[in-house]
């Protein structure tokens, strides 16, 4: 094991070790909300009746709450990245998030409908406090920026994805399979999982999430008042609408509220903007890179409108559309299982042996590989047992598609771009963003095709589920790890935090726009929906790669 500073020491696969506590810290976040998210809509949609009750919304309602949830999810990392940057420091923001986080999936826990929306407000609140003030301290750990840093951001985001694997996985199979107020509770002791692991590894984020130490007490002070203030009187504005909705007094469609919401947003942004272009005091290298700010937060938006289908339609495709029969197999469902098994375990265990032969590798690192080995064989067994005896694959289950693809290929495209940057060939972060665009678009091409002819009674493979997801997946590991690491590389220094809140707010437009779309299901065909989407991502795509030399010259030497 290296030896020195263990902030500083590089030794996590060639990065400083503090990335580690970043990353299982992101991961069961992203456990405790992918494995939430999946249960969502289709919870929402269940029957409200039976031996696993729902809500019995329909789809129209469920779609507009799933956008309205997911907009402020994202939206309120803009406050979020404020309140870390003038009051609490990156460090205390996440940990105050996760544990309002956990809450919040413990109130769902709760089977009433009382709960449910307390607690979608307090995960709300949460991730607006912990999402962009990790992704911040993961450029702290590279002062140096680079390649190297977006090869940080992608293990970074590794870890994003292995922790919504598990969410779906274990979430949806227990809250679809037994009881959804099970799965709610698994995602709040993932989220407790995320902060044990955030103050075990504290000491390795030396220099990284501290507030800035120009700050007086008195500055500090003046920002706290402000803020609580503020958020009190949000709050109780928050709390008097949903009684006086509840109660009848007044009643506001939900497909309204969200378009209305998004309208709002739009303006917020665009007053943002304009202000700090114009009045932030900025130089004016810093307000052409703010302005390159505006263009990707665009594209961003129209990129997640689209992906942010896998929650909503796609979801509902998977459970109304889609074969999701496996077996049974009498191979399987004898010695095969095991078989199969001790194959897998060939390559496993000698990738596991030698990563514990490397002397100048972190000995936890070795220990999570060895974990991660030996739960990835106990998962397969399970699996091939469970097909074996002939299984109807839980719907929320496919959204770990995704996921599992970003797993495999993270590593190769953070390779790939540190290769090209060697060589003078890295694309420009505009180009990067303009093939996600393509990417996305062609995966909705292929499921508007797989879907033109599918029905109730004429369900339809999941394959098609699995191409699409893998060219989403090619898109966004294009434009996505880029984008946090374009965020912390584009801000003036004293604005990270809310430039990445900014990056959060252009997911969540997309989120709401997704929703909306996908509430259009009740009327248009999924195969009109899907193709509707494809050409609208596709033009911005192209759009992208058209500006994208002006784009480049506004960054100067950014890369």
Known sequence: MANGNPATTNDFFGHPRGLSTL?????WERF???????????FMTA?????NPGLGFSVGEAAAIYGIYTFFVYVLSLPGGWVADNIWGQKKAVFVGGCIIAAGHFSMAV???????????????????????????????YPEGGARRDAGFSIFYMGINFGAILGPLLCGLLGEGYNWHYGFSLAGFGMLLGLVSYKVGDK?????GDLDESFTDEQIKKRSKLFYGISSF????????GFLQSSGAINVALEALA?????????????????????????QQEKKRLGVIFWLFILAALFWSGFEQAGSSLNLFAADLTDRAAGPSEFLGGMGALILTLVLAIPIGWYAFRTFKREDLWVMAKVAVAVSGVGLLAFFYWLFTQIGNGWIIPASTLQLINPTFIVIFAPIFGMLWTWLASRNANPSIPVKFGLGLLGLAAGFFVLSWGSANA????LVSPAWLIVTYFLHTVGELCLSPVGLSSMTKLAPKNRVSQMMGIWFVATALGNLMAGLVAGQLENLAPSGLFQMVALIVGGGGIIALLAAPPVRKLMGDIE
Not at 23 to 27: A, G, R, S, Y
């Open 23 to 27: 990353f299982f810290t992101e991961l």
């Open 32 to 42: 405790s909300y992918y494995g939430m998210r999946a249960l969502l809509v289709l």
């Open 47 to 51: 029957e409200a009746v039976g031996g």
């Open 111 to 141: 089977p009433t409908t009382t709960f449910f929306f307390i607690g979608l407000a307090l995960i709300v609140v949460g991730t607006g406090l912990l999402k962009p003030n990790v992704s911040s301290m993961v450029g702290d750990l």
């Open 204 to 208: 390795y984020l030396e220099g990284a």
């Open 234 to 241: 949000l709050a109780a504005a928050v709390v008097i609408f």
């Open 259 to 283: 378009q209305n919401l998004g309208i709002v947003a739009v303006i917020i942004t665009l007053i943002f903007f304009i202000y700090i272009i114009f009045f932030g005091g900025h130089t």
């Open 455 to 458: 029905s109730s009674t004429s």
